[in-house]
């Protein structure tokens, strides 16, 4: 059984910065794709950013509203992956919740989610 575990959220100044950890354990075979999605009350559940693995290279996207402001990051040999925000806005306010899909078999996983709140 995967366990995933996200790290990281906490209350913050608009403008302010936070970042988020998730680590992926239990794995029997390789992740192919971690990332972040969040869920804002009375919202759907939405991706912030995922990065999959490209062998060297991984490649990440963005949904528009954090484009410039969020950095996904990936330690392959850790499964690991890290969410730096900057220039937090209250819109940011949510449950983060980290998600990984596994190579090969596809299955999902999701963290249990770490609350960010950015005040005005």
């Known amino acids: 059984q995967v366990q995933v575990v996200e790290s990281g959220g906490g209350l913050v100044q608009a403008g302010g910065s936070l970042r988020l950890a998730c680590a992926a354990s239990?794995?029997?075979?390789?992740?192919?794709?971690m990332g972040w999605y969040r869920q804002a009350p009375g919202k759907q559940r939405e991706l912030v950013a995922r990065i999959s693995s490209g062998g060297r290279t991984n490649y990440a996207n963005y949904a528009d509203s954090v484009k410039g402001r969020f950095t996904i990051s990936r330690d392959n040999a850790k499964n690991t992956v890290a969410l730096q925000m900057n220039s937090l806005k209250p819109e940011d306010t949510a449950v983060y919740y980290c998600?990984?899909?596994?190579?090969?078999?596809?299955?999902?996983?999701w963290g249990q989610g770490t609350q960010v709140t950015v005040s005005s």
């Open positions: 239990g794995s029997k075979f390789s992740i192919n794709v």
């Open positions: 998600n990984v899909v596994l190579l090969g078999s596809q299955d999902i996983y």
